[in-house]
């Protein structure tokens, strides 16, 4: 199917069913029951959820097949959303020009960016990766104010000279963000019994363009030019030896990973037409190397399940304070209460990334392949439970001695 083998075609299939039904996975628990903020199914998530996928899926591109660990990424990711935003201000509303200038802006950014960083290897890359991620910031933030706006950001105006498109609506707003008249925003709401389920126009065009970009990832890993960016991350003095120069192949792939970046960034302006120096400080490269490593870097699904993660506990369980730890204990005496919820405080609301960072050491601790192998864990000790099940003999199927054999 679309020129994959039955194993990734079946991951595929996987990531379709995943986004293109996650109103519903996202949102078990009912409306009006305690555990319905643990409940991810809004528009709002849902979409961060892919754009962030997309964004580390063009980083294992780069890291889990080539082994080159950039700690810059989020430069391309804030380019992306100043490109979008400006096509916004100048051009139209329609989102799909603001998408593609943000995947062109951010390949020939990472044209730039990969040339140099590429010269070195190993902590030498990473170094200059995050030297120049660093640079972008601060340029964005304090040089370069008349095309950032500065720590303000870039954002739309009334005054914005819309060459395709109106600069107010009949009753004097800014145009919403949309595909072809489709706006962004529109959300239709299905309330099935004591669940309520978001169907979000911005979010399910996030979603394909996804799949898309996990598919474009999937022909990559299987390709010859993927062989060859796994030859480089297994020795690259070796396949020096042969003749061949690995030069061309990783600058490739630094561009490419860049362009997913730049892709990711723009739609985040797309659906919240806002881009700030913030997208392109560290600690955003970080958050996307914790996504890729978390999930399970070198692995096709890893990166999308490793993005959730991080983002579900960012929004979920950072909004756990103490008035939500009191519900959840009310029932125990007031002493236990006290202390329970004492004990709590550090790992929840504003101390998330505790939680985050416990988390993360158990699964590089005892999962250094990720949640992806964890999965695969959990998957061959049912297989094995199975077979031990068939293969256990029946006694009362068993043919009884015959007492003349006895004898």
């Known amino acids: 199917m679309l020129g994959l083998d039955k194993k990734d075609a079946t991951i595929l299939l996987v990531v379709i069913a995943l986004a293109l039904l996650a109103p519903f996975l ?68 329609n989102v799909l020009p603001a998408i593609l200038l943000s995947i062109v802006i951010a390949g020939l950014f990472s044209v730039l960016i990969g040339y140099v960083s590429l010269r070195r290897s190993g902590i030498y890359f990473s170094i200059l990766t995050l030297a120049f991620a660093q640079m ?27 060459v395709l498109g109106q600069t107010a609506t009949a009753s004097g707003n800014i145009p919403a963000t949309n595909v072809f008249g489709l706006e962004m925003r529109s959300t239709y709401t299905m309330d099935v019994g004591a669940w309520s389920f978001d ?75 806002l881009a700030g120096a913030e997208r392109m ?6 958050e996307v190397v914790l996504m890729t490593i978390l999930g399970g870097a070198g692995t096709l699904i890893g990166p999308v399940l490793g993005a959730g993660f991080i983002k579900y506990f960012e929004n979920i369980f950072s909004k756990i304070n103490d008035n939500v730890l009191h519900q959840w204990f009310s029932f125990l005496p007031e002493g236990m209460e006290d202390t329970l919820v004492f004990l709590l405080h550090p790992f929840v609301g504003k101390g998330w990334h505790l939680t985050l960072g416990i988390l993360f050491m158990l699964v590089v601790t005892f999962l250094p392949g990720g949640l992806v192998e964890g999965g695969q864990r959990l998957s061959r000790l049912f297989r094995r439970r199975s077979r031990d099940t068939d293969t256990t003999p029946d006694p009362e199927h068993h043919p009884k001695e015959s007492p003349h054999v006895a004898e």
């Open 26 to 93: 996202l949102n078990p628990f009912p409306s009006n029951s305690g555990l319905a903020q643990f409940n991810a199914g809004y528009p709002d998530l849902m979409q961060r959820f892919v754009i962030f996928g997309i964004f580390a899926i063009g980083f294992n591109i780069l890291f889990g097949l080539t082994g080159y660990l950039s700690f810059g990424h989020a430069a391309f990711l804030g380019v992306g959303s100043y490109s979008a935003v400006w096509m916004f201000k100048l051009l139209s509303m």
């Open 136 to 162: 972008s910031f601060n340029l964005a933030y304090s040089v370069l104010t008349p095309i950032t706006n500065g720590e303000t950001g870039l954002q739309l105006t009334l005054d914005d000279p819309r």
């Open 199 to 273: 169907f979000n126009a911005g979010y399910y065009l996030c979603a394909i363009i996804m799949i898309l970009a996990f598919y474009l990832s999937l022909r990559i890993f299987r390709s010859p030019f993927g062989l060859m960016l796994r030859a480089v991350k297994s020795n690259q003095q070796r396949l020096n030896y042969t003749g061949l120069n690995p030069k061309p192949y990783t600058l490739a792939a630094f561009i490419i990973s860049g362009m997913y970046a730049g892709l990711a960034g723009g739609l985040l302006a797309s659906m919240d037409p």
């Open 281 to 286: 400080q560290w600690t955003a490269s970080g």
